[in-house]
Nanobody, 126 residues
Framework: VQLQAFGGGLVQAGSSLRLSCLAS????????AGWFRQAPGEEREFVAA????????LYADSVKGRFRISKDNAKNTFFLEMNSLRPDDTAAYYC????????????????????WGQGTQVTVSS
């Protein structure tokens, strides 16, 4: 599975961005998907996850109410809509899929995800 993330950029605080992640292959509809981020000098942290059908979601407390994850299985793509962006949202954002546990609970652990995209930079200025 290859993942390619798009949509990062430089924006002002309070703005919105929409990240996309395009997956290869024909099994995407059976995968859970997630977004993580990593700021310079920091560990990679969980942002949001969505189950294979798109019916269950999970968010980090820091983004709850501001970010929204969604999945379009017909287009092999999932999204992260980010609103009310803050300078502390500045990071490289990585998309990932979990292929082995679609019926289980969504995971915040990066080790649970099998395939990763290359990352897209989001910079929020104050």
């Amino acid at each position: 599975v290859q993942l390619q993330a798009f949509g990062g950029g430089l924006v002002q605080a309070g703005s919105s961005l929409r990240l996309s992640c395009l997956a290869s292959g024909d099994m995407f509809s059976s995968y859970n998907a997630g977004w993580f981020r990593q700021a310079p000098g920091e560990e990679r942290e969980f942002v949001a996850a969505i189950n294979w059908r798109g019916g269950r979601v999970l968010y980090a407390d820091s983004v709850k109410g501001r970010f929204r994850i969604s999945k379009d299985n017909a287009k092999n793509t999932f999204f992260l809509e980010m609103n009310s962006l803050r300078p502390d949202d500045t990071a490289a954002y990585y998309c990932a899929v979990e292929t082995r546990n679609r019926m289980g609970p969504l995971s915040m652990r990066s080790a649970a995800y099998d395939y990763w995209g290359q990352g897209t930079q989001v910079t929020v200025s104050s």
